[in-house]
């Protein structure tokens, strides 16, 4: 099973760049588990799509090649608990690239 178009992924990548202007992120709601951890999956194969992207269009030692800006989005996947038939897809711009947090953060 190849990876979808980057065309197919327009939807998911809109959602990625509105998250990067949201301060708090962007919510979108299906209606299954299965839909929503689909959709995220999308969601990772755009950011991935990037990624390649800028590989093939930026020089070798420039230190935005092989990156993303999709790069500080965190995403994840939760059910309303409420209503258990509805579940989201939660996207926001963290502080770091995948969300990392130091262990002094923590503490």
Not at 53 to 65: A, E, I, V
């Amino acid at each position: 099973m190849g990876r979808p178009p980057a065309e197919s992924l327009a939807d998911a990548k809109a959602i990625l760049d509105r998250a990067l202007e949201s301060p708090k992120g962007v919510r979108v709601f299906f209606s299954s588990e299965r839909e929503a951890k689909q959709f995220r999956q999308r969601i990772y194969a755009a950011r991935l799509r990037d990624r390649e992207q800028t590989r093939k269009t930026r020089p070798f030692g420039d230190p935005l090649r092989g990156k993303s800006p999709y790069d500080y989005i965190t995403v994840f996947t939760s059910s309303t608990g409420a209503q258990p038939n509805i579940w989201f897809v939660e996207v926001y711009k963290a502080d770091k690239p995948h969300g990392a947090t130091s262990v002094e953060e923590i503490e």
